[in-house]
């Protein structure tokens, strides 16, 4: 059973370019969650996604936008891309909340994104 | 969520117990204590979570004293695999709600 996969793994861009990750939750799970990690410090929650709707929303400006498909899979967009948005990327998938095994999220190995 | 600490860094040897505490003195009667671990190079991976009983399952066991202001996550016989940054995360068990990462403790494992 394959956990939550993210691509691409590794990414170089340009100051002011824009990005697109991408993420397939667990099987089974359909809420998806994206999170920021600088160096050195703990994931920082960006925003949550069910229902192909936002759902909740950390501290992050609207250069950050996503979206999730019917098929539970999302995206993570930035736009106006700063240095400061180099950062690992996750993504965490879990079971609706009815799932008696509901409790746990699962995370990817997340996205490396350089920005240069 | 409640304010979680717990040291930067810790060693142990190989094969013994591995005892990371984490102070949580602002609990909430409905608050949860949770436990996430990130490997080099990987997502955090869930290890376990209790509210006021003690828990353990095949990873590791979870001492939450009886005032709930502190807990501690408990790795029986701690290998090199088990080196990783521990998260202590503290939160309303309300199903989605988002995870809240604090810096962790480093936990070192020597041969």
């Known amino acids: 059973d394959a956990g939550v996969t993210q691509s691409p793994t590794h990414l170089i861009k340009t100051r002011g370019q824009q990005v697109t990750l991408r993420c397939s939750p667990k099987?089974?799970?359909?809420?998806v969650s994206w999170y920021q990690q600088a160096l050195g410090q703990g994931p920082q929650f960006i925003f949550q996604?069910?229902?192909?709707?936002?759902?909740q929303r950390g501290n992050f400006p609207d250069r950050f936008s996503g979206h999730q498909f019917p098929n539970y899979s999302s995206e993570l967009n930035v736009n106006a891309l700063l240095l400061g948005d180099s950062a690992l990327y996750l993504c965490?998938?879990?079971?609706?909340?009815?799932?008696?095994?509901?409790?746990?999220?699962?995370f990817g190995s997340g996205t490396r994104l350089t920005v240069v | 969520d409640a304010k979680t600490t717990q040291p930067p860094s810790m060693d142990c040897a190989e094969g013994r117990a591995a005892n990371l505490p984490c102070n949580h003195s602002?609990?909430?009667?409905?608050?949860?204590v949770y436990w996430y671990r990130q490997i080099h190079s990987q997502g955090p991976q869930y290890i376990i979570h209790?509210?006021?009983n003690n828990e353990t399952n095949e990873m590791a066991s979870l001492i939450i004293t009886e005032d709930r202001k502190s807990s501690t996550l408990i790795l029986p016989h701690a290998t090199l695999r088990d080196t990783a940054v521990y998260y202590c995360?503290?939160?309303?068990?309300?199903?989605?709600?988002?995870?809240?990462f604090g810096s962790g403790t480093r936990l070192q494992v020597q041969p």
């Open positions: 965490a998938s879990r079971p609706g909340e009815n799932n008696p095994n509901s409790y746990g999220y699962t």
């Open positions: 099987s089974g799970h359909d809420t």
């Open positions: 996604y069910y229902e192909e709707e936002e759902r």
């Open positions: 602002t609990i909430s009667g409905n608050e949860y």
């Open positions: 209790g509210l006021k």
């Open positions: 995360i503290v939160r309303v068990d309300t199903g989605r709600r988002a995870l809240t």
